[in-house]
């Protein structure tokens, strides 16, 4: 147990020079966090064996801890049964900018950790700040996003998509403290807190406490708006609420399953515009279908704490932007594709009919908002571009893509009368797709293999845009983009979109293992893939290839070259000014 | 993939008797019988509403429960390998719900209590299923699954 938590963190932290002291002793925040001035977070230490608490020295920079916080410390002598001791001081923060060194020690134990503490402008840059998440957002995303709803020939995009023309851009890095790849959870933590963290984990650094909710809290961005300012808060999701992107805008857990949990930081810290799914966390268990194990009745609560309620497309649309504070709640688990929502005329959509477009949650959602003469913090996800990217449904996810850009487009119609505002386009993490060429049901024979064009052989694909709604009016035209992914469970491949629901590569055996799902076997011309992730992967994994970002507005400049994801919290706070504290 | 380190321990904790299984395979050919024409029920007729606000069940399953039905779907994993029930859903589903907790299932499936113990075996295919139906939230004991609508003493086979 210990060996698995202390050898990925240190290596992590300390990838040439490796002290002796460094296993020792954990402390967090980390050796190398950047944090904001003001900032909350819990300090803790773990020692590797049982201490003496007389003997424990806390030392920041040079100074004894006692000194520079005045919380109660928390000493617990034999942590989780673990036979050893930790050090727990909670809610501190650290007001003056520069270095810190953090020494730590306690008998022949000790070790030592570097922060750096930063100040804001004086000046507040931007008033608003609207930052678009498009979950697993990737490079091909885009490009096949563009080329389906604008069409290209002779080598030229024939249109521009709305993230095109954003004014500055960045690689961003995503990598966790316990591993090179990364899951939504932890990336979207470091943009809401600027710290890293563990895969699944939310607002926390991961260490060795057993409760989930109980490891060293990072101040997210939404908590810090909501302490410190009067700025209004607004999380849209087409996810359930409680996912973990839309969830890192406020919450603290080490297991983003901790959905019951979630709901209640949110009625806590009550952002003015929650628009999504995951209905069935909000309802008392008693009610049917209710996902939650005690009776708490959030939508109840909401109501109460003044929040109007709206549960489809027509309320949002009729009532919505009247609110002052929108509780829009439109599926009880993750809402649908929009393939599947406004083209495909299938079964997907059946049980709820009337779920809003996220274009038209953004508006409704900068409507209530824009309110607000002290601005917003808005974060809008398209979340299904992940979830249709893990089961290689590459179709359903570049119609979510090209469903995010449509709401960047209202963002930045927004923008043109509000010039005070930042807005932020970006992933969490990628997936390994990429477009290779077309595939070509007219070329001859019935493989499906010779169907697909590469080079010169790929010309062009045939989907059209009548309508002019940004969309091709068929997604499943004659000569289509032929897009892989580079990892994959055993599947069948059938190099066609799949118009009845989302596709289901592989389903698990009486071994645990992933095997290809049959039902796509007998489609003509399939050919079983062997997979290439390990037999327990039921679908396909995130990349630890590099995010893109890019910005406009007050502050956008800031983006550029090469950056670490926890480096967008403090292009946000700086533009918003949120190193002062309370600004009454 | 992390999620299913869950799932994947308990699956090795799944230890089997192979004398319990003679026991069952007995039982069952003992019990065994003829099947009778019964009423059928189909995945859309579970529920007569379904909302943000809550789910209602249809009239049909008011209806039939308590009485022996018959309903064709996929297997799902069960909990163990040696579990006496397992999820039936429409279509083959990919989650590993045990991964996180039992609430990532959609509310269309059908929990299914085996007449006695079986071994799971992953077919890839379509079954039918019949059992006494039964609705209402309910923790299996065991898991701490929780399931809306079940079927008891039930049987399957391979369509
Ligand atoms: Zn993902």
Known sequence: MKASWLVPVTFALVPVVIPATAFAVNIYPIDRATMLTGGKFDFKVEFDKQVDPAQVSIKINGKSYQQVWSQKSDFIKDEDGLNASSVVIKNVDIATPGDYKVEVSAGDENGTVSWSVYQTPKKRQAKNVILFIGDGLSVAHRTAARVMSKGITEGKANGRLAIDDLTNMAFIGTSSTDSIAADSANTMSAYMTGHKSGVNALGVYVSRAKDSLNHPKQETLGELIKRTTNMSVGVVSDAELEDATPAAVLSHTRRRADKAEIVSMFYDIKPDVLLGGGSAYFLPETTLGSKRKDNQNYIERFQKAGYLLVTNANELKKQGSSADKLLGLFHTGNMDDVLDRRFLKNDVTKKFPDQPDLTEMTQTALDVLSKNQDGFFLMVESALIDKASHPLDWERAVYNTIMLDQSVAIAKKFAETHPDTLIIVTGDHTHGISIIGTIDDDKPGNDMREKVGVYETAGYPNYQDKNGDGYPDRVDVSKRLAVFFNNFPDHYEIFRPKLDARFVPAIQNEKGEYIANAIYKDIPGAVLRSGNLPRKSDTGVHSVDDMIVQASGPGAERFHGYMDNTELFRVIVDALSLGHGKQE | ?159
């Open chain 2, 1 to 159: 993939m992390t999620r299913c380190a869950v799932l994947n321990r308990r699956i090795a904790l799944g230890g089997f008797s192979g004398r319990r299984y003679c026991q069952w395979l007995l039982l069952i050919l003992l019990v065994a019988s003829p099947l009778k024409a019964q009423p059928t029920l189909t995945f859309e007729q579970f529920y007569s509403k379904v909302s943000v606000l809550g789910l209602e069940f249809s009239d049909r399953v008011k209806q039939l429960s308590g009485q022996q039905i018959e309903i064709t779907g996929f297997m799902a994993p069960p909990i163990k390998a040696e579990s006496q029930f397992f999820v039936l859903t429409k279509m083959p589903m990919a989650i590993c719900p045990f991964c996180s907790s039992d609430a990532d299932w959609p509310e269309d499936i059908l929990v299914v209590y085996l007449t006695k113990r079986q071994t799971f075996i992953q077919n890839n295919s379509m079954i039918k299923v019949t059992g006494i139906l039964e609705y209402g939230t309910w923790r299996d004991e065991n898991t701490g699954f929780v399931s809306l609508l079940r079927l008891r003493d039930a049987q399957f086979s391979e369509l």
